[in-house]
């Protein structure tokens, strides 16, 4: 009888004949390595601006509240066509999340800005 071997680990498998994997882990670990040599997938390129913009706004927002100029951000890479979810104040005011950071983008004065802010416990209904 011939015994199928985890596509993962190489370990041999028991139990149904079909099984693929040894665990969890294994099944896990084998789709992200083939899924990560995907070169230009969508996920991938739309996961890596999500994640740049998070790491932005957690730097440039160090006091839990702060306001940055528009080019400032988007010439370190800022992208604010990509974010996570949104939250809405009682004034109407839409804030954009990147998961616990977020932007709101106010022109005064002619000048183009970001607010930015962290999420709230209040934030949450």
């Not at 079909?18 to 294994?26: E, F, H, P």
């Not at 939250?87 to 022109?107: A, I, M, P, Q």
């Not at 005064?108 to 962290?118: A, F, Q």
Request: aromatic letters at 16%.
């Amino acid at each position: 009888m011939e015994m199928n071997v985890c596509l993962n680990c190489k370990k041999e498998l028991e139990g149904r004949s079909d099984k693929k994997y040894c665990d969890g882990y294994c099944k896990s670990n084998y789709n992200y390595e083939k899924n990560k040599r995907k070169e230009n997938s969508l996920f991938k390129s739309i996961d890596l601006q999500l994640k740049k913009n998070r790491r932005l706004l957690r730097e440039f927002n160090k006091a839990g509240k702060s306001t940055v100029r528009q080019e400032i951000l988007l010439e370190a890479g800022f992208s604010p066509d990509f974010f996570t979810h949104f939250w809405k104040n009682k004034k109407g005011d839409v804030y954009l999340f990147c998961y616990e950071f977020g932007f709101n983008k106010r022109t005064e004065n002619g000048r183009t800005k970001y607010i930015l802010v962290d999420w709230q416990p209040y934030m949450q209904k």
